[in-house]
């Protein structure tokens, strides 16, 4: 990937426009993601936030406008692809539920491994480190519906990033959690994807959680009305 | 009570699409249920010889017109399991609307009242559809019915939505409880296979004694149906025991060692809630049981009657009853199938929120199509094999117990379980097209 030495963004996004029904959600939203940054986007309530996130990810195609990553239009591609691409390139973590209540937090990580075709061992194996790294060790047989808002949380994020993404997703991912909780799973995220040099997109309507990232976007009524990157040099 | 009436009202009309399938689909089986039982009182209140139009003579008398009622009673167990399943169809999310009413102040009783009222009313709808076509058809035919006959119209048609509301009730018990109700579901629950099976034996046991109370000599016991129903028990309780234990070990092996994610996330889902389908698992079984064990029957019956030994009756005569307990196992096939087609569409509409999650991740959708396929083609298919095989021998021994039968074996018996369970997969398969709508991105925004 020489997307950060030639400056180009990784992801792009130009004015988007999505309406449901008599809503519109987004009027002409454009945004970069640079490889490797963490990128706060935020907001009022309402303002198209989780639109924005899901047509970037390629789990809602945008009525209008473009989407780009790595040089492909993610709005044109098929749903088989886009798919294929969101197993691969992209992790996701929403607020809550993103986790299969049947399944132990070991196979919870371990999944989208074993969707890519490594053996189940292989897989346990790798899922576990990734279950260390974000503090959750010696939970691995739990079921989600026995773990506190905070381990299931860390738990998504290791299966999030269990694929070594290129982008991680993340709509409020501390949203259902108290400030201590939500310090822990920030502090394991951004420490993961500078490490990693993941990039991340992370909604939030929180200041102290936005400060975990290198830039931040705000969004009103469906369009990005600033993209402040102080941060960036502070940091 | 309007008020909360109206409260029904506006939950239903502000919800999606499942809550018009849960109330239409329970209506429908309100419906079917209402109907097999006014058949059997309109039968079981004639008394003595009394010439029938239809089925060549064969509910002209008391003897077989109460292997009939025995039947059309027997009909009611897929019926009623059906309307279960169908009163469940999306509640779990009804039942999260209920507690978040409960948690803005609403009391137990208003709640029972607003899922009483939905059931009920459902169920009213379908039972007076049924009595009105009984009603229209006896006053056509003719035919003066007893008071008897009226007086058991009457308790079907008031009996069915009765019977309804106080499931409606029942099944809410968890949510009334207790505000936060389902809102966060703690894993081990109690096994809704028992309750399902004291229903059944309650309803066996009551079957029996309306039969034995059907136009008879006094003084004489019938053995024969006495056999069949306690078998029936027998049978439908191994077959629920059956399914549950298998689903739970087929889970745990395959949990254990499977690399397929498919298998992995349907073995889960079984061993964490076996009795789930036991419900309607363990009506196929007794489906396959009578349909094979009625295949070999049959055949050696009609061997029997082709053999020119004189008989009572003539020939119709017998081949109309095997026709109609033919369709009558066809029809008990049908529910059960539409019970499962059901149950799947259920476990998809009560997990939608995982399952867009789940897309949304990019897992793809013929894998989560899989899944669920795989839930109910697992632990059927140990319960399908057992089955064939006990209903073979039913047909076998019927076979050795006839004169000069020998041991000969009703080959085309062993085709009714594979049948059955290319079935019972075809009917969960009619779920699939369900898991599209179900993993829209929409989903993501409800929890
Ligand atoms: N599937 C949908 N159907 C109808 N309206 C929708 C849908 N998705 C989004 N909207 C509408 O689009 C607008 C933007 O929604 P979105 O979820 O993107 O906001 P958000 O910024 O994420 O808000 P929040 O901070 O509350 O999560 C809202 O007015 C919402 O009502
Ligand atoms: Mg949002």
Redesign the pocket.
Known sequence: MNNAATGEPLLAARDLV?T??R????RGASLDLRAGEILAVT????????????CLAGIVRPDRGSVTYDGQRLDRLPEKRLSELRRTDFGVVFQFGQLIPELTALDNVALPLMLAGTPRSRAHERAGEWLERFGVRGQEELRPGEMSGGQAQRTALARALVTDPKVVFA??PTGALDSLAGEQVMTALAHTARESGTAVLL?T?DARTAAYADREAS?HD?TVVAEDAALEVTR | MTADLRLAWHLVRGSDRHEWWRIALTGVGALLASALALGAVVLGALRGHHPIPVADGLLDNPGERAGVVAALLLLLIPVLGFVGQSARLGAVHRDRRLAGLRLAGATPWQVRRIAAAETGLACLAGSAVATLACVVLMVRVGDHPSVWAWAGIAVVAVGVPVAGTLTGVLALRRVVASPLGTVRRARPRTRPGLMFFGAVALFLGALFVSYLSLDRRPGTVPTGPMLVVSGLALAGAAALWLVGATSRLTGRLLAARTGNPAVLIAAERLRDDPWAAARTHAAVLLVTVVGTGFVGVRQTLLEVLHSGKQVAEDLSFYTTGLDLTAAAIGVGLAITLAGLAVGTAESLATRRRTLAAQAAAGVPHAVLGRALLLETALPLAPGVLLAGLGGAAIGTGYASLTEGGGWSMPWAALLVPVAVYAASLLAAATALPLLRRSVR??EL?YA
């Open positions: 999505k449901h029904g809503t519109s959600a987004l907001g009022a309530s309402g303002s198209g936030k989780s639109t924005l996130l899901h709509d409020e909604i309507h969004l469906g | 991105p929409a925004r």
